[in-house]
């Protein structure tokens, strides 16, 4: 049984920093990529940030990158997103999901390649 728990989120000024880990289980961890989502209050998920096990390939989202670094750790099963100089627009329930194989570039548009989802952990930045 595929699972993946995303833990991590708290409350931070704007400027802050957290890290995110999403620890995943039921599949080859190696043969995948995880993807990381968020969606924010009354909007539609959003696909940020994606990292090719293999190789450690990553792709960000423009509002991200900078500021987001996603990085892996393949004897933990686990993914993890370091968010710096957060932002209030950063305030959203985050997710992380794989896709087998590798990040594609337009992974942020495909969200139909990924079909498990973990509970999500919520991230509030103030102002």
């Known amino acids: 049984e595929v699972q993946l728990a995303e833990s991590g989120g708290g409350s931070v000024q704007a400027g802050g920093s957290l890290r995110l880990s999403c620890t995943a289980s039921?599949?080859?961890?190696?043969?995948?990529?995880i993807g990381w989502f968020r969606q924010a209050p009354g909007k539609k998920r959003e696909g940020i940030s994606c990292?090719?096990?293999?190789?450690?390939?990553?792709v960000y989202v423009d509002s991200v990158k900078g500021r987001f670094t996603v990085s892996s750790d393949s004897a933990k099963n686990t993914v993890y997103l370091q968010m710096n100089s957060l932002e209030p627009e950063d305030t959203a329930v985050y997710y992380c999901?794989?896709?087998?194989?590798?990040?594609?570039?337009?992974?942020?548009?495909?969200?139909?390649?990924?079909?498990?989802w973990g509970q999500g952990t919520q991230v509030t930045v103030s102002s």
């Open positions: 999901a794989p896709t087998a194989g590798y990040c594609s570039a337009n992974f942020a548009h495909e969200e139909k390649w990924y079909n498990y």
């Open positions: 039921g599949f080859t961890f190696d043969d995948y990529a």
């Open positions: 990292i090719s096990i293999s190789d450690g390939s990553t």
